[in-house]
């Protein structure tokens, strides 16, 4: 069974631009969530999808946005770009929604400039 | 008090050591436990998980979790250069997960 997949895996960009991040979960789960991580802080949590819908939220301003499509991939969007949304960009999916055995992807590295 | 708590480390061990890692939590809603392993650039993986209190053992793993203190740990026996990595504990309960900053082992051959 093919893992969780992101792309793409390394993309730098300069402050004030805008990314869209992908993630392809593992087949037949629906749920799909995004970390940030970063040294300082550790694995934060962004948001979790399930059935094309946001179920839960962490504490990240408005720039940072997500969406699921029917086909259970997401997308993630970053606006407006700062040095310090500078990370590890994490998903992992899970069969149903809050699963506790989260499966991650390798992660796209975030770099901005 | 953060909802996590996990010493980052880093910890350096000799090759065939025992290897101790753990968490304090204050969310008494948290009912599974989780160590994740992360190799540098790689995301983390699912190394054990374990529900309510008690002990599970999987090969070289224990995971062990004392609810009534709100501590978790992870013993790493006969410790080998390929488990140098990045330990994270999570735990999960009422709708909410949460993860530690994670832990780095280094095993030294």
């Known amino acids: 069974k093919a893992g969780v997949t992101q792309t793409p895996r390394y993309l730098i960009k300069t402050r004030g631009q805008q990314v869209t991040l992908s993630c392809s979960p593992i087949s037949g789960h629906r749920s799909v969530s995004w970390y940030q991580q970063t040294p300082g802080q550790g694995l934060q949590f962004l948001f979790e999808y399930f059935s094309e819908t946001q179920r839960n939220k962490g504490n990240f301003p408005g720039r940072f946005s997500g969406r699921q499509f029917s086909n259970s991939r997401s997308e993630m969007n970053v606006s407006t770009l700062e040095l310090g949304d500078s990370a590890l960009y994490l998903c992992?999916?899970?069969?149903?929604?809050?699963?506790?055995?989260?499966?991650f992807g390798p992660g796209t590295r975030l770099t901005v400039t | 008090q953060k909802e996590v708590e996990q010493d980052p480390g880093p910890l350096s061990v000799p090759e065939g050591a025992i290897v101790s890692l753990n968490c304090t939590y204050s969310?008494?809603?948290?009912?599974?436990f989780m160590w994740y392993r992360q190799y540098s650039r790689k995301g983390p993986e699912l190394l054990m998980y374990?529900?309510?209190?008690g002990n599970k053992e999987d090969g070289r793993f224990t995971a062990q979790v004392d609810k009534s203190s709100k501590y978790i740990s992870l013993f790493i026996r006969d410790s080998q250069p390929s488990d140098s990595a990045t330990y994270l504990c999570?735990?999960?309960?009422?709708?909410?997960?949460?993860f530690g900053k994670g832990n780095q082992v280094v095993v030294i051959p």
């Open positions: 999570a735990m999960s309960g009422n709708n909410r997960l949460a």
């Open positions: 969310n008494s809603a948290f009912q599974y």
């Open positions: 374990t529900y309510s209190s």
């Open positions: 992992a999916s899970t069969l149903g929604q809050g699963g506790y055995e989260q499966y």
